[in-house]
Nanobody, 115 residues
Framework: QVQLVESGGGLVQAGGSLRLSCAAS????????MAWFRRAPGKQRELVAA???????NYAESVKGRFTISRDNAKNTVYLQMNSLKPEDTAVYYC?????????WGQGTQVTVSS
């Protein structure tokens, strides 16, 4: 099993910034994919940003230019830098890691953006 420990969620005003962290119990270099998902109230879980081992990075259209996914392999940690936050970004954010064909999820962290 792989454990993913998230931190950095909280309350922020619209236009503000926040950085989420996801620390993995296994080296992230060997992961096929590291990603962030979110689930807003009354909505389905959606992909926010994904970083594949091949170096390809994808973002949801709604966050392009505002969010950045990055990693620190030495710390086995993945980050999500969120800038210019909007109330629509309010959601529970989940870290996801895929090793081979097996995926693992973090516990989720609440992000609330006030108007």
């Amino acid at each position: 099993q792989v454990q993913l420990v998230e931190s950095g969620g909280g309350l922020v005003q619209a236009g503000g910034s926040l950085r989420l962290s996801c620390a993995a119990s296994r080296d992230i270099f060997s992961a096929n994919e590291m990603a962030w998902f979110r689930r807003a109230p009354g909505k389905q879980r959606e992909l926010v940003a994904a970083d594949t081992r091949g170096g390809s990075i994808n973002y949801a259209e709604s966050v392009k230019g505002r969010f950045t996914i990055s990693r620190d392999n030495a710390k086995n940690t993945v980050y999500l830098q969120m800038n210019s936050l909007k109330p629509e970004d309010t959601a529970v954010y989940y870290c996801y890691a895929k090793y081979g064909f097996v995926g693992y999820w973090g516990q989720g962290t609440q992000v609330t953006v006030s108007s």
